[in-house]
């Protein structure tokens, strides 16, 4: 599979990105026997000598990461089903939070809230590398939390801003984004929990369809359907009209900083559709993400499309941020159209370097899906230098 991958994803190119993409792909092959031999062994191990829980992550999003090592490799969907499925992956997730709470006492980065007319948004940094956030409205002293993932990292942000929590927001069921429904919506008896139906929310108490609106003091969030990294995926977007400010995308797993999320539960198509419901919003909407990904995502953006400056720019100003540990959102839209290689697989030079040209039926949409599909596949075998 990797060589039909890289046979495609060279056609057109020069020999500089040839040689890019092809130690990608080199490097995935040369560690497959390695792989091999580890779920051998792993299959002749007995629970009790297993020392790293590391080994059982559902995905790269879950736990603090390793230069090379994708733990969801090794397990692959029959751990990712009993991570989303049974009880099995909350008693994970409640390891991720111990261990999180213990390396990370004050956070894996240093946020900065942006106040707008009357209008507040606290990113949190919970777990090894996940955002939660609250929003709030600061004259009515009414808060929404998003995705609050470490219950006692929110309900001090709550306490120390002094607010109501009256509504919680999540974007999908996966734990890193919902674990702290429980805690939270105990504590705040009139806190309700949002989210899609479609899921299985855990404690939801209102679900939500596309374009469904919520009201909280003077914010207006509108709910939008982005399946694909879940089949009820949901992100956010807060009206700036009513506080005159720009509008806000609470983007949970489908959009990050110069990546997106891998693709768990639906196709390519779904997720290009997804992604192109966030094409359609306005170039000055903030984009605030579920993860601190944006150093390895520019990476990743920089072996596909080298030539292009403004990945650069933001590479250098990304790397700043990363040495002082400080986060990198919001990033904007208009930004994230510059560089964000999963947002343009309608541009030429991609299409040039790894596109498989037109669908058997000259469909564009069916072309561009094939190449999204191609981008998560070199992203997932990408390492970061």
Not at 78 to 90: I, P
Not at 266 to 274: K, Q, R, W
């Amino acid at each position: 599979m990797a060589a039909v991958v890289a046979a495609t994803a060279l056609k057109g190119r020069g020999a500089r990105n040839a040689r890019v993409l092809r130690g990608i792909l080199s490097g995935a092959t040369a560690n497959k026997a390695s792989q091999n031999r580890t779920r051998a062994l792993q299959s002749h191990s007995s629970p009790e000598c297993k020392e790293e829980p590391e080994s059982l992550s559902p995905e790269l999003e879950y736990i603090p990461r390793k230069r090379g090592k994708n733990p969801m490799k090794a397990v692959g969907l029959a751990w990712y089903s009993l991570y989303t499925r049974t009880w099995l992956g909350y008693l994970f997730y409640r390891q991720q939070l111990r261990r999180a709470r213990n390396r990370y006492p004050k956070g894996h980065s240093r946020t900065q809230a942006r106040l707008f007319n009357g209008v507040k948004v606290l990113p949190i940094p919970v777990l090894s590398d996940n955002y939660s956030y609250l929003i709030i409205d600061t004259q009515a002293r009414l808060a929404v939390a998003v995705d609050p993932s470490d219950p006692q990292a929110v309900q001090a942000s709550i306490e120390k801003e002094g607010v109501n929590l009256v509504a919680i927001l999540c974007t999908h069921k996966h734990w890193d984004h919902s674990g702290g429904n429980r805690d939270l919506s105990r504590r705040h008896q009139d806190c309700r929990v949002y989210g899609s139906p479609q899921d299985g929310i855990p404690y939801l108490t209102h679900p939500l369809c596309h374009q469904d609106v919520v009201s909280v003091g003077r914010l207006q969030i509108r709910a939008l359907a982005t399946p694909g990294h879940t089949q009820g995926h949901l992100v956010y977007l807060l009206d700036g009209e009513p506080y005159k400010g720009p509008s806000c995308l609470f983007s949970g797993d489908l959009l990050f900083l110069s990546g997106c999320g891998r693709t768990f539960e639906g196709t390519a198509e779904t997720m290009l559709s997804s992604l192109d419901t966030v094409l359609g919003l306005g170039d000055d909407t903030l984009l605030w993400p579920g993860h601190e990904y944006a150093e390895e995502n520019l990476g990743f953006a920089g072996v596909v499309e080298p030539e292009n400056l403004a990945r650069e720019r933001k590479m250098q100003w990304v790397q700043r941020q990363r040495m002082e540990r400080k986060s990198t959102c919001p990033s904007t839209l208009g930004e994230e159209r510059s560089y964000n290689p999963f947002l343009r697989t309608h541009c030429l030079v991609l299409q040039e370097a790894l596109g498989p040209g037109p669908g058997p039926t000259g469909d564009d949409d069916y072309s561009r899906a094939q190449l999204l599909e191609k981008l998560r596949q070199l992203k997932d075998l990408h390492k970061s230098k």
